[in-house]
């Protein structure tokens, strides 16, 4: 395998010197630099340490890791990771035809779309991008493990019992086809848009999220009766307007800016935060309900359906090109600027109690990082000036996470040449079989091959720490401070976007879903 040359060390560079350090063991303090502190951050700039964390070979190596565990098997994966457990190592893995399943898939995609698209910036390592490279997977390779994932997902597709289709089709599909034009790909998003569709009801305006929710508290259990929407439902609509677009479908477009309108006006209170979950009378399309399935409290702010909210309507704004929904997503990103702590990693519910144990939300801290990104791109195309202070939002909620919640560089690539003994191709010499080791052949080609080296420690399989899928009172289960395999999905995204907007030093590009 061609491999590029590696000339530094797994760990990273201390800002401005030449001093290495290890990620393990980055001061607290980082996120108190004036990425944090200030809204006049230059514009574009992006220091060399937060470069090197988005980009560097660990990133790369563990979702390699992670992926390999299930090559050399008779059939693709059936399971798929979600997060990690009480070690807050090891994941913990789903069903095919939960709703995370396309989430790591679309890691592996990210990664590949990196690296056909910014090669540069595939496996970083150290201060300088352009002259610090590392051996990554050759393109095959990690189009095979991508396509080796994703193999039993297409059947989700189908499903019309759930509106998460967006989730587990589109992270991976969108890709699939954007790069290789994978037919079999592009027709299961269009199944998924479908699918999907099916679930909107003309009364309530809206597509329906969940047939049944129950929790400690309540339960709902009768579809003909209620109506449940939640706010997460707004990642869905890319799927519908891809598709609208593809088809010329005005249908599916127009459901998905009904079901946009829907949630703006219901979700969303007079001080710009949300509701999670709306309860709407299947009969008359009438709100009867708002409260929450995974916040602190009905009233209160839970920090990922505020990302989820920012993330969605600058989605559909980039759709439709109504300033009503970018106008939303700002609103929304104004509020979880204002109530970031000063670290800049939000807690998992803005207005929680917070004590020395309450969990953080690495996973909103990523959502909304996009989600600031997008709306930056909108107000900098249409020359607005306050475009810098969603890149500025974007950058200290990003340095935070980075800082507190980075897990350390446990894993890198290891070129290793072929031994003597491994290069039996062997060939006739005047009645003679010799190694191809024994003698120069013309044409012959040594191929390298590629390991994976731990650090001297456990590695986790999770990129990021710090995540929290559910801390509500009343929830069936409670889940905080761990690995999730959405948070490290929208971390490689932003990694993308940064490049895409070509904040990145010498990155320029984009690809066109």
């Not at 020359?383 to 446990?410: C, H, M, R, V, W």
């Not at 069936?476 to 907007?501: I, K, Q, S, T």
């Amino acid at each position: 395998m061609a491999t590029r040359e590696r000339t530094q060390s797994v760990h990273s560079r201390k800002r401005g010197t030449g001093e290495v350090w290890d990620t393990a063991k980055v001061s607290p303090d980082i996120p108190n630099t004036a990425i944090a502190k200030s809204n006049k951050l230059p514009e574009g700039h992006i220091p060399s340490w937060i470069i090197e964390a988005l980009y560097s070979e660990s990133v790369a190596a563990r979702l390699w890791y992670v992926a390999t565990r299930a090559m050399g098997t008779a059939s693709p994966p059936l399971l798929f990771p979600e997060y990690t457990g009480e070690d807050r190592s090891t994941y913990i893995y789903r069903d095919h035809d939960f709703w995370t399943s396309g989430f790591f898939p679309g890691s592996l995609y990210v990664l590949f779309e990196r690296q056909v698209r910014y090669p540069r910036f595939s496996a970083l390592n150290g201060n300088e991008p352009s002259i610090t490279f590392n051996p990554t997977p050759h393109e095959i390779q990690l189009r095979h493990v991508c396509q080796w994932w994703t193999e039993n997902l297409h059947s989700n597709a189908w499903k019309t019992d759930t509106h998460d289709l967006g989730f587990m089709v589109g992270p991976w599909a969108m890709r699939a086809w954007a790069i290789d034009r994978d037919a079999k790909a592009y027709n299961s998003l269009l199944t998924a848009a479908h699918s999907l569709a099916s679930r909107y009801d003309s009364k309530v305006r809206s597509l329906r999220s969940w047939d049944v929710c129950v929790t400690k508290r309540y339960q709902f259990t009768d579809p003909s009766k209620d109506f449940l929407v939640i706010i997460d439902n707004m990642l869905n609509l890319d799927l519908l307007f891809w598709a609208a677009r593809e088809t010329s479908s005005r249908g599916l477009y127009d459901i998905a800016v009904a079901h946009a309108r829907t949630t703006q006006r219901h979700h969303i209170r007079n001080d710009k935060t949300t509701f999670h979950v709306v309860n709407f009378d299947a009969k008359t399309g009438l709100p009867k309900a708002k409260f929450t399935n995974q916040g602190y409290s009905d009233e209160s702010c839970w920090s990922r359906g505020q990302a989820w909210g920012i993330l969605g309507f600058v989605q559909t704004f980039n759709w439709t090109g109504e300033k009503e929904f970018l106008d939303t997503a700002r609103s929304l990103a104004d509020y979880f600027i204002t109530k970031l702590p000063d670290d800049g990693v939000p807690y998992w519910d803005f207005a929680a109690p917070i004590t020395d144990s309450s969990p953080r939300d690495t996973s909103a801290a990523m959502i909304a990082t996009c989600g600031m990104l997008l709306i930056y791109k909108a107000l900098k195309d249409a020359k607005d000036e306050q475009s810098g202070k969603y890149l500025n939002g974007a950058l200290k909620i990003l340095a935070g996470t980075l800082a507190k919640f980075l897990n350390p560089p446990t894993l890198k690539f290891e070129v290793v040449k072929p031994s003597k003994e491994s290069l039996q191709s062997v060939y006739a010499d005047g009645g003679t079989v010799q190694s191809a080791s024994d003698k120069q052949q013309p044409g012959l080609v040594v191929v390298e091959d590629l390991h994976l080296k731990t650090c001297g420690q456990k590695s986790a399989d999770t990129i990021l720490d710090g995540a929290t899928i559910n801390n509500y009172e009343y929830a069936p289960r409670r889940w905080a401070n761990h690995g999730l395999v959405y948070a490290d999905y929208f971390f490689l995204v932003v990694g993308n976007l940064l490049l895409e907007m070509g904040l990145v030093g010498g990155a320029v590009g984009a690809l066109n879903f």
